[in-house]
């Protein structure tokens, strides 16, 4: 397997970001143009490649002040377990580590990952959303 890098751009193919959700089974992929532009006007976007296929993103979303949303933090199925999306993670966290607070929302069987980057769950709050997509339960 070819060594792993780590980009700072939201500058990123096309093809590789919808080849990854796709992969991943995220609905934004059914919806290419508003995905492109929603990781352009991201925040920042991180990405990780294997030689030139693009492997994982995150990105996020900031009021610059108080506050700091991590929408997406996603890795290619072949290379979850190896440390990828705790490097992006790493990477958002050292960013925003001056930030009140740091919010995402994580599937079931995510949590764990997030907890040992230090996440805990939200006391007493709900989730709540409006949600157009089918690729969550």
């Known amino acids: 397997m070819m060594p792993i890098t780590y980009r700072d751009t939201s500058d990123l193919p096309r093809e590789g970001v919808l080849a990854l959700y796709g992969a991943i089974g995220w609905s934004a992929a059914k919806k290419p143009d508003e995905l492109m532009r929603a990781l352009a006007g991201s925040d920042v976007v991180y990405s990780a490649w294997g030689g030139d296929r693009l492997i994982g ?36 966290q050292a960013r925003y580590a001056h930030l009140h607070q740091q919010i995402l929302v ?32």
């Open 57 to 92: 993103i995150a990105n996020a979303l900031t009021d610059g002040h108080l506050v700091v949303y991590y929408p997406h933090i996603l890795v290619l199925p072949d290379y979850q377990g190896r440390g990828v999306g705790r490097r992006l993670l790493d990477m958002l």
């Open 106 to 137: 994580a599937e079931a069987d995510s949590t764990g990952f997030y907890e040992r980057a230090g996440f805990t769950r939200a006391g007493d709050t709900v989730p709540m959303w409006k949600y157009d997509g089918d690729d969550h339960g």
